[in-house]
């Protein structure tokens, strides 16, 4: 039991020291691009809703469109 503890505390250890603030130069720039990228996202995302929102509107118009279109029942 010991050992199990023992081995469990070492990789603990060891996964903090792999995880230090001496970051290489990509981590550097990743982190960069992070911080610059980031806040544009949510943006980018509502302005992929909201087209998708008039594309599905405008959808909807061309199909009562077309089904007025195909009523025999209306004089035109």
Same mark, same amino acid.
């Given at each position: 039991?010991?050992?199990?503890?023992a081995?469990?505390?070492?990789?603990?250890?060891?996964?903090?020291?792999?995880?230090?603030?001496?970051?290489?130069?990509?981590?550097?720039?990743?982190?960069?691009?992070?911080?610059?990228?980031?806040?544009?996202?949510?943006?980018?995302?509502?302005?992929? %809703? *909201? /087209? =998708? +929102?008039a594309?599905? @509107? !405008? $959808? %909807? *118009? /061309? =199909? +009562?469109?077309?089904? @007025? !279109? $195909? %009523?025999?029942?209306?004089?035109?």
């Amino acid at each position: 039991m010991k050992t199990i503890f023992a081995s469990l505390f070492a990789v603990g250890v060891l996964s903090l020291a792999a995880c230090n603030a001496n970051d290489g130069p990509i981590e550097e720039v990743a982190e960069d691009m992070d911080y610059v990228v980031e806040p544009h996202v949510e943006d980018s995302s509502d302005a992929m %809703d *909201d /087209a =998708a +929102d008039a594309i599905g @509107d !405008a $959808a %909807d *118009d /061309a =199909a +009562d469109t077309v089904e @007025d !279109a $195909a %009523d025999p029942s209306e004089e035109l």
